[in-house]
């Protein structure tokens, strides 16, 4: 079969941009530890206080090993009454922490400032996803879905020591 010079030079080119791709999506996942977050379960966002977002806040549940539970509403993030408003989280250098997101109301996000984690969250559906935090500092948690009036007012902290 004869194939014409410019069509081999096309698939050629598809084929490095396709190589390219594959090797981006493997150096995402390995080296950086990107992963897509994917709903967890389904939970009646009118009945929260039958679930685990009952009692929002920072359980640690092992060395280094912390679930954080977190209902964000218009306009904060809840994690519970040590946190406070606007909610600061306290970890320290290498932790593990498992977030558990879900939102009261409307959509809102969940993205952690100069870190990988980036969640978005749909009234009724549990979010979660871990990271690690290596590096001390301060990380705002931000909203970043427009969710209202007060949606600019509507952040975290994260302080890692
Ligand atoms: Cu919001």
Redo the contacts with the bound molecule.
């Keep these: 079969m004869e194939i014409n010079k410019l069509e081999r030079y096309w698939l050629i080119a598809v084929g490095i941009t396709l190589g390219a791709f594959v090797a981006a999506t493997i150096v995402a996942v390995t080296v950086f530890g990107i992963r897509l977050p994917a709903p967890v379960e389904r939970i009646d966002p009118q009945r929260l206080d039958q679930t685990i977002f009952a009692k929002p806040g920072v359980r640690k549940i092992a060395d280094n090993r912390y679930e954080a539970v977190i209902v964000?509403k218009?306009?904060a993030f809840d994690a519970g009454p040590e946190a406070g408003t606007p909610a600061v989280l306290r970890f320290p250098r290498g932790s593990q922490v498992t977030f558990y997101v879900t939102s009261k109301d409307v959509m809102?996000?969940f993205q952690i400032e100069k870190h990988t984690l980036n969640l978005e969250l749909v009234p009724g559906q549990v979010a979660r996803a871990s990271t690690t935090f290596n590096r001390p500092g301060t990380y705002h948690i931000i909203?970043n879905?427009y969710?209202g009036a007060g949606?600019q007012v509507?952040y975290g902290v994260i302080i890692v020591e």
Excluded: K, Q, V, Y
């Design positions: 964000a218009s306009w809102h996000g909203c879905h969710c949606h509507m």
